[in-house]
């Protein structure tokens, strides 16, 4: 297959990845890249934009959705595929990575769940876009000290495409070799539980209670683009143009363009497509809005958040009839408002243009977090809670007694202001620290107590408490 040719695939193959970030800070996982884990693919003979261009010189523009999609999965430039982007030395530094406090208290909060549903005695732990398995690896040692709830996990799945970060994961998780049971990479972890990687959160089982973790992973959907024309809704897409400059062999008048690179540009189509008549027309959100409104919609961040409610609502059991389990959102965006024209690229740890040397920049947008709301209650019999800031909502699960307790067993002043420093970090709300961007929201079953961290109180015994 060339290599136009298996970019024309992909753009319109779905894939769905994850990730998250905050200038120092990302992630990615995903829902679909099946063929990026299970083969080998050659090295790309040109780069991804070269690539990129030529799909766009013979079918036109293309959505942001595709061109993020190829960005970021491409089976053989894609930027999460075959590299690691995380910590000083890769392009960002996400929240687990800053403080064991954060994947502790994200353990917390999952034990605070199991007991407001009656400690369930089968439960799976689900984590979207694990990036290099900090979160999940502090969740496990957090339960540790919870043995009632420890010995109901009956198993770990993983949700991630990326070959090299499911390798990062095992490394980090456990001792034993991988195996491939089915044509999914499996293992145990260090604290007896299986593990099972999935490139697809469909292939993950649902025959048991589910608690599942999406930590910067809606960020890294694709989303689609539209304007608010007078002629109606327009997609804004991506194209792309080679700058023309004058050489010493031109003629006078004359400019030459070979050896320059593709500059891509967001246009507006003036016509309709399928899409521009579906998207905005699906929510009485967009439809009111007034001529040059511009929005960002992600059907596939709707697919995943439909996904989510419909575990928890299918696990009834007698004493919980509207479903069993949870899911915790934890990403950047606003709270209410719908997102406009927040694509960004992050390398190296600073901002960068999107459409800057495609492939080699993590991409993201703002998450709707109302849009996930009104689909997951749409959906099932799920109750939908926040999204609050995370600095509140760590401050709820005890982060300030946790981080004192943490200082005081360091020996060094430089320990004690290294606690202190991660503690302000994850929690600080001052401009657009991570306290006030990055945002929580659950979904429960409906019906039940209303979850810690959203104005809701521990339910049950803490009997067991090591």
Known sequence: MSLIAQAFFCLRRPSFLSRGRFLVVRRLASHGANAASQQSYPQPQKK????????????????????????????????????DPFGTEGDFITSPEISQ????????????????????????????????????????????????FKNTIVDIC?????????????????????TETEGFMSSTSRYGMPITWYANLKEAPRDVTSFIIAHEFFDALPIHQYEHTQNGWREVMVDYSVPQVATPLSLPGQTRSFDEKPKFHLTVLPYSTPSSKVGPESSPRYKKLPVDSK???????????????????????????????????????????????????????HFVSPFEEPGTADLSADVDFTALKLVAEQEGHVA????????????????????????????????????????????????????????????????????????GDVIGSDEGVD
């Open 48 to 83: 991804l934009g070269d690539i990129l261009a030529d799909v766009i010189k013979t079918t036109g523009p293309i959505s942001v959705a595709a061109y993020m999609r190829q960005c970021l999965t491409n089976p053989a430039s894609g930027y999460y595929i075959n590299k």
């Open 295 to 349: 929005i960002e919609i992600s059907p596939e961040s709707w697919d995943i958040a439909k996904e989510l409610a419909q575990r928890i609502s299918e696990q009834i059991t007698p004493n919980s009839p509207t479903g069993t389990g949870s899911a915790l959102v934890i990403d950047y965006g606003p709270a209410e408002t719908i997102p406009v024209n927040t694509l960004r690229g992050i390398k190296g740890h």
């Open 101 to 148: 406090m954060f994947g502790e208290l994200v353990g917390v909060w999952v034990i605070t769940q199991w007991m407001a549903q009656g400690k369930p005695q089968n439960v799976r732990l689900i984590e979207l876009g694990p990036g290099r398995g900090t979160l999940i690896r502090d969740m496990l040692k957090a339960f540790q000290s919870f043995p009632p």
């Open 384 to 455: 939908v809670h926040g999204a609050v800031e995370q600095g509140d909502w760590l401050h709820a699960l005890g982060i300030g007694a946790r981080a004192t307790v943490l200082a005081n067993q360091q020996t060094t002043p430089e320990g004690k202001d290294r606690i202190a420093k991660e503690y302000h970090r994850l929690v600080e709300r001052s401009g657009g620290a991570m306290g006030k961007i990055y945002k929580v929201m659950a979904f429960t079953p409906r019906g039940t107590p209303t979850p810690v961290g959203f104005g």
């Open 158 to 178: 993983l949700v991630e495409a990326s070959p090299t970060l499911r390798t990062t994961q095992h490394r980090l998780l456990c001792d034993s070799a991988p």
